[in-house]
């Protein structure tokens, strides 16, 4: 599937670059992007569209003989979609040229640091490198070591740790109200390290190839409105969505109406992109619907004082984790069990232990990336030996004490 997506994009692009019509061209980059849909559709979509489809017939009184299809998603499918579709469309825009190697192009598709859960990276990023002279020096190295030793930590000592709670908590017969915002704030800082932590990972383990790969998060928990959110949360994905889905809708270039229809339909595809199930639509219309209202708050994307960044960072973050429920809510009876918990808010000893845990799980990583939004992404390599190194080495081997207690895979490679 991914030679056959790939050759498909590498021949498109020649085709379209060698076109002179406009509507030739539009032809083949329509069929390009429809071909790509298609795989994904059938692989990842086909029995979700059937059995929801099935589940209203019935509703109504039918009784359809539907067939769904019994399929393995292959790994990393959305990514590798979402890289094939930009490639064609910067190469209709005119944004980039038809790549002719066609080994430099297949390398760009199948390169493996980002294969699987990004981030989606561009021709004009990363194609490119494949024609330029790389080099390996002590600073790649040492940079490549910091992301590597960073990423890991945040994956195996973060993620996973809260992953057993996370577990432990959302469940259909949940009893208590309190289980379920421990349960989601907890969440929401597992994502957070489990996906930032592989796409630090994909960076250092590409930098010590010689390939520098695009930072995919930019410490979105500081973030004090929904829109600078999405600027510093999975920046790959939120640029494409903009790029080559919002604009091509026509953007806010056409009034009010039509910018927040743009804005919920954009978010709402994006919510479906993360899965085949409606609690992810159903995420993706809150973000889409909270980006519109957003709109219309005078200094909202930029609060002109601290106060008003301190109310525009709560309300993000309550945004932020009521989404995060309905992201980990995966299915219906998991999500009306975890709602009715809400009509008990008794405290019982276990949400001491597990605000505790939460706290000291997220607090140090907070602390840390707010040192190093101030400072700068390598500040710590920049130290003298003395100290950084022993920062190193305490969170390799905390790491490595961590590791074999939760086999939990990384949470992206779903999508």
Do not use: C
């Not at 429809?34 to 059937?50: E, G, N, P, T």
């Not at 490639?87 to 297949?106: C, M, N, P, Q, S």
């Not at 309905?326 to 069990?337: E, K, Y």
């Amino acid at each position: 599937m991914l030679i056959g997506i790939s050759i498909v994009n590498y021949g498109a692009a020649i085709l379209i670059a060698a076109s002179p019509r406009e509507h030739t061209r539009k032809i083949l980059v329509s069929l390009a992007v429809a071909a790509a849909i298609v795989v994904l559709v059938i692989f990842k979509y086909f029995s979700f569209f059937v059995g929801s489809f099935a589940a209203i017939a019935q509703r109504a009184g039918l009784n359809p003989n539907l067939q769904t299809l019994h399929i393995i998603l292959p790994l990393g499918i959305s990514f590798i979609t979402f890289q094939g579709i930009a490639y064609v469309v910067d190469v209709y825009r005119g944004k980039h040229a038809a790549e002719r190697d066609v080994i430099k192009f297949l390398a760009f598709k199948a390169f493996f640091p980002q294969l699987v859960a990004g981030p989606i990276e561009r021709a004009g990023n990363l194609l490119d490198q494949f024609s330029k002279p790389r080099q390996f020096t002590a600073d790649h190295a040492e940079r490549a070591l910091w992301l590597l030793i960073y990423g890991y930590a945040m994956k195996i000592v973060v993620a996973d740790s809260l992953a057993m709670i996370v577990d432990t908590l959302f469940i259909p017969d949940q009893p208590f109200g309190w289980s379920v915002v421990l349960g989601t704030i907890a969440f929401g800082i597992q994502i957070y390290a489990d996906f930032n932590g592989y796409s630090l990972i994909a960076k250092g383990v590409a930098l010590l190839f010689g390939f520098e790969l695009t930072w995919n998060f930019r410490y979105p928990y500081w973030a004090v409105s929904i829109s600078e959110f999405w600027r510093r949360w999975h920046i790959s994905l939120s640029t494409w969505l903009r790029d080559y889905l919002y604009i091509s809708l026509g953007g806010n270039r056409r009034g009010d109406a039509v910018t927040n229809r743009n804005l919920m339909l954009t978010m709402t595809l994006g919510g479906l992109w993360h899965g085949a199930s409606w609690t992810f639509v159903f995420w993706g219309l809150l973000h889409g619907a909270v980006l519109a209202l957003w709109r219309k708050v005078p200094g909202g994307d930029e609060p002109p004082s601290a106060l008003a960044r301190g109310v525009g960072w709560a309300v993000t973050m309550l945004v932020v984790f009521v989404g995060w429920f309905l992201f980990r809510a995966a299915n219906w009876t998991l999500l009306v069990g975890m709602l009715k918990a809400l009509t008990n808010w008794e405290w019982a000893p276990v949400h001491s232990a597990v605000a505790l845990a939460i706290l000291s799980l997220a607090g140090p990583l907070m602390l840390l990336e707010w040192q190093l939004q101030l400072r700068g992404d390598y500040f710590l390599i920049h130290r003298p030996a003395w100290m950084r190194y022993p920062v190193f080495a305490a969170m390799a081997a905390l790491t490595i004490a961590a590791s074999g207690h939760v086999n939990a895979t990384f949470i992206y490679f779903q999508f």
